[in-house]
């Protein structure tokens, strides 16, 4: 067991198969249940949806999973910009399930994350988190994430408008 609580031998962090597309809908359903840490309030992607996401990853994008005991409880994408000017920049977004949270898997998700960015080439990490959401924000200025702006209202939910904070981290050589 880690200070965390994870059993590092019951904890497996790997890219994202087909076969967990089932799986991952369940954990993203619930996920998005709760209505607090992400900004979408409705699954509308298919168990197909996402098996042929995961089957088609490629230098510019990863899905990277967290299963623990034969369940998935964790997910971190990873997406590249496209343009030329922004190439060395990359999007991050992760999610925990509610009953595996605190417990260190977020930061095994984050120490792969940024594994997986370095070798693709990715300079610059970027993100948005709710402000109410504490442990994570925690979480990414431990990785040497800084708050870097804030987007008042950003994001419209059924129970109103939430701001988003927007934080990076440079990993490159020149960080």
């Given at each position: 067991m880690t200070a965390e609580g994870v059993d590092p031998d019951a904890l497996e962090i790997r890219p994202a198969r087909p076969?967990?597309?089932?799986?991952?809908?369940?954990?993203?359903?619930?996920?998005?249940?709760?209505?607090?840490?992400?900004?979408?309030?409705?699954?509308?992607?298919?168990?197909?949806?996402?098996?042929?996401?995961?089957?088609?990853?490629?230098?510019?994008?990863?899905?990277?999973?967290?299963?623990?005991?034969?369940?998935?409880?964790?997910?971190?994408?990873?997406?590249?910009e496209g343009h030329p000017v922004t190439h060395h920049v990359a999007s991050l977004s992760i999610a925990v399930a509610a009953d595996a949270r605190g417990r260190g898997i977020g930061r095994r998700l984050m120490e792969e994350a940024i594994a997986w960015s370095s070798r693709a080439g990715v300079e610059k990490l970027v993100l948005s988190v709710y402000p109410h959401n504490e442990a994570a924000i925690g979480l990414y200025r431990s990785f040497g994430f800084v708050e870097e702006g804030r987007l008042a209202r950003h994001s419209r939910k059924s129970y109103g408008y939430e701001d988003e904070i927007l934080m990076a981290a440079w990993i490159g050589s020149d960080a």
């Amino acid at each position: 067991m880690t200070a965390e609580g994870v059993d590092p031998d019951a904890l497996e962090i790997r890219p994202a198969r087909p076969t967990d597309a089932r799986a991952f809908l369940a954990f993203w359903k619930a996920v998005v249940a709760e209505e607090r840490f992400v900004r979408t309030e409705e699954v509308r992607a298919s168990a197909r949806a996402y098996r042929r996401r995961f089957r088609g990853r490629s230098e510019l994008e990863t899905d990277i999973v967290a299963i623990e005991g034969g369940r998935l409880v964790g997910h971190v994408t990873i997406q590249r910009e496209g343009h030329p000017v922004t190439h060395h920049v990359a999007s991050l977004s992760i999610a925990v399930a509610a009953d595996a949270r605190g417990r260190g898997i977020g930061r095994r998700l984050m120490e792969e994350a940024i594994a997986w960015s370095s070798r693709a080439g990715v300079e610059k990490l970027v993100l948005s988190v709710y402000p109410h959401n504490e442990a994570a924000i925690g979480l990414y200025r431990s990785f040497g994430f800084v708050e870097e702006g804030r987007l008042a209202r950003h994001s419209r939910k059924s129970y109103g408008y939430e701001d988003e904070i927007l934080m990076a981290a440079w990993i490159g050589s020149d960080a």
